[in-house]
């Protein structure tokens, strides 16, 4: 089993960044791929960004297309989320999911593994 650990949540003011940061222990694997997820109080939970530990163009929501920057670290594997310009909609439960091979996915049910979560906040 991967276990995934998610960090770098917080409350922020509209218009400012923060940065996420997932890491893998336990089981991981040489070629793998992560998202990040989110989910607002109320709502599905939906796809922000994603990319493979090859490297090659990362996924994005459209929602935060210009705004998030997904990036990666390989010897880990971890990866991070880069979230600029943040917007009060953007407030939700962030979460972090890893999958074995494969291309960056936007579904959810394309990922094994998920971390627990990391809370942020957008104030207006």
């Known amino acids: 089993q991967a276990q995934l650990v998610e960090s770098g949540g917080g409350l922020v003011q509209a218009g400012g960044s923060l940065r996420l940061s997932c890491a893998a222990s336990g089981r991981t694997f040489t070629s793998w791929v992560m998202g990040w997820f989110r989910q607002a109080p109320g709502k599905e939970r939906e796809f922000v960004s994603a990319?493979?530990?090859?490297?090659?163009?990362?996924l994005y929501a459209d929602s935060v297309k210009g705004r998030f920057t997904i990036s990666r670290d390989n010897t880990k594997p971890a990866a991070f989320l880069q979230m600029n310009s943040l917007k009060p909609e953007d407030t939700a439960v962030y979460y972090c999911?890893?999958?074995?091979?494969?291309?960056?996915?936007?579904?959810?049910?394309?990922?094994?593994?998920w971390g627990q979560g990391t809370q942020v906040t957008v104030s207006s």
């Open positions: 999911a890893m999958r074995h091979g494969g291309t960056a996915y936007s579904s959810a049910v394309s990922y094994d593994y």
């Open positions: 990319i493979s530990w090859l490297g090659g163009s990362p």
